[in-house]
RNA sequence: GGGGAGAUGGCAGAGCGGUUGAAUGCAGCGGUCUUGAAAACCGCCGGGCGUGCAAGCGUCCCGGGGGUUCGAAUCCCCCUCUCCCCGCCA
């Protein structure tokens, strides 16, 4: 959520961060709102401080055993009750709607993000590593994974349903690989790693900016419980309604949990292989920072993304996302897109955002540091995919692939493995 | 699922319906003392909103929502959550 008083005093700032992002807000609506939210407020708390003085002088005459005076005063008093009662009700539905308005505006994006109606325009920021030169027919994911016997998509589809699949054998196993290796890379650069639950609350997304607007993104479980989309959910709310020790930031803290997407604005697209699923498994960071060291740390955040797909041997390149492509919550945004042989062209497989003060805000997260300042503020929260299982399993498989329909496991990945460093063909999973 | 207890400031923990936004302790901040530190002592020390250049003033907040009252942390109702016992169970 944006700062009120800044949407007051930037409305502008707010119209050209809309046409930015291909959006739209109801600015008259908001004046409007804001406006009588201020008078009905001004109006309530004028009429509430006579009653209260009015109330302290009854408690005085009562004392003092001048019954009469004190009837007298609540008569007079009585009168503003009604007003009292109506004015507050009319708070109520003002800042109920102005909240509502308030929380479909998304982040304002950091100036240094590049105009762009949609992802055709994000900028190349760097490339690592060259795509390989295949001397064969290079197969699909979706073809050699079967054929190995390592991913099984009927029979995903038999016990789940449409966009699940199922991993068999050293599939199951290099997932398994994987999840491990990320997390250990991301303990070694000083995240603490946590284990949250998969269901979540209508509050915790809320705090991130999945509520209100993305609702039919999520699975429901019950009216108020829903199967998280990211780790970053939970992660971020680990400290909602806190005030966080500022000596202590920044804190980094990863994950990994399945994440569960409906995908059903999704439908035609990436209909083949494992890139685009209900349920994928994702290895998350995310950051709490101070304000004027974000910017540094989303930096660092896609370092260290950069650094896994580095050590897999993966090809990849860095693009800042463009303002018509940026997400909700996100003032500036990047992926990491890895080489796919079958899309001929670079996958998402990570996103890194900073969202400034957006989460926190709405989660009510701020942090307090005396030395430079009394009171509390908002801090920075950031997040990052580091990695998406799913994806860095298809780039492993169709990047690593060998002539003969075997994959070869990434060396940093072998010790993952018990050891195995090449994936054959296995009996009785699918083949 | 059944029964019982509880929810107060960063933490711990008081609080006869009327200067209680809230005692006290710890933590934190500032200071005295000290070569420095500790200890001791003194002072400060919640948040949101409105208004104001500011100092300040006003208002709301004692899990959440509603009610009674001139006035509610204190009384009533509903909800949520936590803890303990029983049942069930990986």
């Keep these: 959520m944006l700062d009120i008083k800044f949407v007051r005093e930037n409305p502008d700032a707010v119209d050209a961060s809309m046409a930015s992002r291909n959006g739209s807000w109801d600015r008259d609506r908001f004046f409007e709102l804001e406006a009588e939210r201020r008078s009905v407020i001004a109006e309530v708390e004028g009429l509430q401080a006579q009653r209260n003085s009015a109330s302290k002088q009854i408690g005085r005459l009562m004392r003092e055993g ?20 109506e004015l507050d009700a009319r708070r109520g539905e ?4 102005l909240t509502d308005l308030m929380s479909h505006i998304p982040n304002i994006p950091d100036e240094s993000v590049p105009y762009g109606k949609d992802d055709s325009e994000n900028v190349e920021v ?72 998969v269901i979540t609350n209508a509050a915790t997304l809320y705090g991130t900016g999945q509520l209100p607007k993305f609702e039919d993104d999520l699975y429901h479980v019950e009216p108020n419980l829903y199967l998280i989309p990211t780790a970053e959910v939970m992660l971020t709310n680990i400290h909602r309604d806190e005030i966080v020790d500022g000596s202590k930031l920044p804190l980094k803290y990863t994950a990994f949990t399945p994440c569960f997407r409906e995908e059903s604005g999704g439908a035609g697209r990436d209909t083949r292989g494992i890139i685009r699923v209900h349920e994928f498994d994702k290895v998350e960071m995310v950051k709490f920072a101070r304000p004027e060291d ?25 693009v800042t996302l463009c303002s018509g492509d940026l997400g909700f919550s996100a003032a ?45 503020r908002y ?19 169709e990047n690593y692939q060998n002539e003969d329909g075997t994959v070869t496991v990434p060396e940093a990945l072998v010790p993952y493995m018990g050891g195995v460093t090449v994936i054959e063909p296995e009996e009785g999973v699918s083949a």
């Excluded at 005063?73 to 007003?83: I, L």
């Excluded at 003002?94 to 709607?97: C, F, K, L, R």
């Excluded at 999840?179 to 890379?185: E, K, L, R, T, V």
């Design 66 to 85: 001048k019954r009469d005076e004190a009837e007298a005063a609540k008569a007079a008093v009585a009168a503003d009750k009604e007003r009292i009662a």
């Design 94 to 97: 003002v800042e109920e709607a």
């Design 126 to 197: 760097r490339r690592w590593g060259t795509p390989r030169e295949f001397d064969f027919e290079a197969k699909a994911h979706w073809d050699l994974g079967p054929e190995l016997g390592i991913i099984d998509f009927e029979r995903g589809v038999k016990i789940a349903g449409s966009r699940f699949y199922l991993l068999g054998g050293m599939g199951a196993r290099l997932e398994r690989a994987l999840i491990n290796f990320f997390i250990d890379m991301h303990i070694k650069a000083g995240f603490k790693e946590w284990w949250p639950p």
């Design 294 to 318: 974000s910017m540094n740390q989303l930096e660092a955040m896609t370092h260290e993304a950069e650094l896994c797909l580095q050590a897999l041997g993966l090809p990849y390149h860095v």
């Design 332 to 376: 500036k945004t990047y992926d990491l897109e890895v080489w796919l042989p079958s899309y001929n062209n670079y996958k998402e497989i990570s996103s890194c955002s900073n969202c400034w003060d957006f989460q926190a805000r709405r989660a009510n997260i701020r942090y307090k540091d005396p030395s430079e300042f009394k009171g509390t």
């Design 379 to 397: 801090l920075h929260t950031l997040n990052g995919s580091g990695l998406a299982v799913g994806r860095a399993m298809a780039a492993i498989i």
